[in-house]
T-cell receptor, first 114, second 110 residues
Framework: GENVEQHPSTLSVQEGDSAVIKCTYS??????FPWYKQELGKRPQLIID?????GEKKDQRIAVTLNKTAKHFSLHITETQPEDSAVYFC?????????????FGKGTTLSVSS | DVKVTQSSRYLVKRTGEKVFLECVQD?????MFWYRQDPGLGLRLIYF???????EKGDIPEGYSVSREKKERFSLILESASTNQTSMYLC?????????FGNGTRLTVT
């Protein structure tokens, strides 16, 4: 079945450094790639997403890049802050229908130390 | 703001019991989903539904069933609970994208 691989599983950075999380997907039909942030004890929340007709998207300190040919996408966080500490999940749509289910990676635990 | 409500935050059940996890959304979303979350395994899709009375199997449907009799409500059923179903269960809904998650139900099967 469809699969999403996410690396690294843990990432520790100093405040102010950049953090990069990478994902690869297997379903060529996937066309929607969101990133979710989950703080301890809370629900996953969408932080940024990208569709297959776009190569890069940025929102303040967060950016996502997509390489459809290679089937991989990445999350970039610049100027990290302690409140960025959380578990981050990448996901890919199960096929290309609007509203379809998402297949998630296993998550990356990001720790930002001050 | 989208609200996805899961009826129980914590649940403790015995092996062999039939367990119902309830999820209600208030935004008239067509699509609803059940995931389970385990440490190191991420979120795994159990079942989803695109419309009332419709259901699709996800990646790990074994041991589970679902019911969607009304658009706003999606129930996950564990026919005979087992200890390996101890987990955090997350419900989500959407119209298109993105998914909106509930707070989760932490189920312990003893």
């Amino acid at each position: 079945g469809e699969n999403v691989e996410q690396h690294p599983s843990t990432l520790s950075v100093q405040e102010g450094d950049s953090a990069v999380i990478k994902c690869t997907y297997s379903d060529s039909a996937s066309n929607y790639f969101p990133w979710y942030k989950q703080e301890l004890g809370k629900r996953p929340q969408l932080i940024i997403d990208i569709r297959s007709n776009v190569g890069e998207k940025k929102d303040q300190r967060i950016a996502v890049t997509l390489n459809k040919t290679a089937k991989h996408f990445s999350l970039h966080i610049t100027e990290t802050q302690p409140e960025d500490s959380a578990v981050y999940f990448c996901a890919a749509s199960k096929g290309n229908q609007a509203g379809t289910a998402l297949i998630f990676g296993k998550g990356t635990t990001l720790s930002v130390s001050s | 703001d989208v609200k996805v409500t899961q009826s129980s935050r914590y649940l403790v059940k015995r092996t062999g019991e039939k367990v119902f996890l309830e999820c209600v959304q208030d935004m008239d979303h067509e699509n609803m989903f059940w995931y389970r979350q385990d440490p190191g395994l991420g979120l795994r899709l159990i079942y989803f539904s695109y419309d009332v009375k419709m259901k699709e199997k996800g990646d790990i449907p074994e041991g589970y069933s679902v019911s969607r009799e009304k658009k706003e409500r999606f129930s996950l059923i564990l026919e005979s609970a087992s200890t390996n179903q101890t987990s955090m269960y997350l419900c989500a809904s959407s119209r298109g994208s993105p998914l909106h998650f509930g707070n989760g139900t932490r189920l312990t099967v003893t």
